[in-house]
């Protein structure tokens, strides 16, 4: 149980140094002894009184995106020489990279079968790549329901910034798969129930008593958001073929400047306003409700990617003018800011998290298992002999993989360590779209 937990901490150390890219030490969780050893299976009611119902779920969601992240990447350069190490040949059998797809959301699938219960195989049925995208969307609104009681607004934040970014991943992944076989992609043919969708309706005017002070501030200024964005969206949309670029530069600018007079942003440049609003999202958490939170970010990336195809379509004539590197400072810095506090956040629930779940089969489900599988037994053929004893299978081989990092230097002896190990000796690297730990 200890080596599952190596990697499931040095996946989560590679989610949460790809989010924002900022540089920070390992965290501070309590020590656990060497001797001490995980029971298989144990009931974990603990788990769920101290991390929420939910628990379960947002670990996997946050792996499953990983995973499927990984996906988007390889499916989409099989034309490029692949690793020598590598057990899956993208592009050779269209139906197999299906079966992979599949398996980088069966943990996910798996923890979200038991939460939805009964109904789970109309809304999210097995190997029907259609009802992804949705299910990640029942997910994090299931997760959203633990907020603030068993999660902090900040932990919260960090999980819905990788979910609203996650379109792009699903785009990419239905592109590569397109390219195998031209059969459409489309999403389910009915409606969500309402208890599976997320509430993002702003319940500020439901407590007169925080439209005083700063808090109306914040919330003049999230109307003012709303408004821009708004509008940004309708600008785009009418943008035709022989509009005028410096017209809607003009309405774009005008549209923003409320906003940048209470923020302190360059109403005419998309990235300072983008890079500024992350200010406001750190204001939000500590005075709006989850709802309004998570309408403000989904609204941010929506945003973000409308821009981002507008400029595609339009290039240089419009990215030189409202897509300028020359952000203010402040702007940058509350960038960082929010990134650093959301990614702190995040990791102080997720990796104790993991230390109490305390159970092999929840950890081990956690993992690509077809590849965990395979990689485990390529590695077995080739370090079987240096353990001294007759290599178990697969699932029961940890401990041989373990006295042979050991016997290499790298010492993994407690739950703690290994990300500690990892996060400083080791290299995170994509291994068969299994993000492990492995001597540099």
Request: hydrophobic share 40%.
């Amino acid at each position: 149980m200890k080596q599952i937990m190596a990697w499931l901490f040095c996946s989560l150390a590679c989610l949460m140094v790809s989010t924002y890219k900022l540089s920070t030490e390992p965290p501070n969780v309590a020590t656990i002894t060497d001797d001490q050893e995980w029971v298989d299976d144990v009931p974990d009611d603990n788990l769920e009184r101290q991390y929420g119902p939910h628990a379960d779920l947002s670990l996997a969601l946050s792996m499953t995106i990983m995973n499927l992240s990984t996906f988007s990447g390889q499916i989409n350069s099989r034309d490029r020489p692949q690793s020598p190490n590598s057990t899956h040949r993208f592009g050779v059998d269209p139906h197999a990279d299906k079966l992979m797809l599949y398996d980088k959301v069966k943990g996910f699938y798996s923890v979200l079968h038991e939460v939805i219960g009964e109904n789970a195989s109309l809304y999210c049925p097995w190997n029907a790549e259609r009802y992804i995208a949705e299910c990640i969307d029942i997910a994090v609104c299931l997760v959203q329901r633990d907020v603030p009681a068993y999660m902090s607004q900040e932990a919260y934040a960090s999980i819905l910034e990788q979910v609203t970014r996650f379109p792009i991943i699903w785009e990419a992944i239905r592109y590569g798969l397109a390219s195998e076989d031209s059969t459409e992609i489309s999403g389910p043919d009915f409606d969500m129930p309402a208890d599976m969708v997320c509430d993002e309706n702003d319940h500020s005017h439901d407590h007169p008593a925080l439209l005083q002070g700063s808090v109306s501030q914040t919330f003049a200024l999230s109307t003012a958001m709303h408004n821009a964005a708004r509008s940004t969206h309708k600008i785009l949309a009418e943008h035709g073929a022989n509009a005028s670029l410096n017209r809607t530069i003009q309405r774009f600018e005008e549209a923003w400047h409320p906003v940048c007079h209470l923020l302190g942003c360059d109403h005419s440049n998309f990235l300072d306003i983008y890079l500024a609003s992350h200010s406001h999202t750190m204001a939000l958490m500590s005075k709006a409700s989850v709802s309004h939170l998570h309408s403000h970010i989904r609204g941010r990336q929506k945003l973000h990617l409308a821009m981002a195809r507008f400029t595609q379509e339009h290039g240089a004539a419009f990215a030189d003018r409202v897509y300028r590197s020359g952000t203010q400072a402040k702007s940058e810095e509350a960038f960082r800011r929010y990134g650093h506090v959301t990614r702190e956040a995040v990791r102080d629930h997720l990796l104790p998290m993991t230390v109490a779940m305390n159970n092999k089969t929840k950890a081990l489900r956690l993992v690509d298992q077809v590849e965990f599988a395979k990689f485990y037994a390529a590695w077995k053929e080739s370090h079987g002999n240096e353990t001294g004893k007759e290599v178990a299978p697969w699932l029961s081989g940890f401990s041989e993989l373990q006295t042979v990092m050991r016997s290499r230097g790298f010492e993994l002896l407690t739950v703690i360590r290994p990300f500690e190990v990892c996060w400083k000796r080791f290299e995170c690297r994509d291994v068969e779209m299994l993000l492990v730990c492995i001597p540099p």
